[in-house]
């Protein structure tokens, strides 16, 4: 019986050492479990931090895409303003050309009518000249 008791101390030993070991154990377990869920909080605050600058990340390209549209516009409306103006150039320029040949066709025109003139002017002092003549003979013979 002596020897039954031992053996029953010795178990009652193991078992209170295990008891310990295992107490020990879940001490050092409950702590890393501890320290896991700061480490996993931290995680989920860098998580939400994350979520948040992506969204604004995607905010901001979304307002960056909104003003590459509002350029696009505005670029194609100017074309079209450049275009409008451009005709209007052209326009411009037609009646440019236009009156231009008109000024050279009204000057051309107006050479001729001094030429026409200078010429009528030169028969007038012709004319004149053989009236003055023809008047002085007319006056010889009446006073002859």
């Known amino acids: 019986m002596k020897s039954l008791a031992q053996e029953s101390k010795a178990s009652a030993e193991e078992i209170t050492d295990l008891i310990r070991s295992l107490q020990s154990t ?6 890393v479990m501890k320290e896991a869920l700061i480490e996993v909080e931290k995680g989920g605050s860098a998580v939400t931090e994350s979520i948040l600058v992506f969204s604004e990340v995607i905010h901001s390209v979304n307002e960056i895409s ?3 549209e509002e350029i696009a516009v505005a670029s194609e409306e100017q074309a079209a303003g450049v275009e409008e103006i451009t005709a209007s150039v052209s326009e411009v320029k037609h009646y440019v050309e236009e009156t231009t040949a008109e000024s050279d066709r009204t000057a051309a025109a107006s050479r001729e009518s001094s ?6 002017a030169d028969k007038i002092l012709d004319i004149e000249q053989a009236v003055a003549a023809v008047t002085g003979k007319i006056q010889e013979f009446q006073y002859t």
């Not at 879940?26 to 702590?31: C, Y």
């Not at 030429?115 to 009528?120: Q, R």
């Open 66 to 68: 909104t003003i590459m």
């Open 26 to 31: 879940s001490e050092r377990a409950g702590t």
């Open 115 to 120: 030429h026409a003139t200078d010429m009528i």
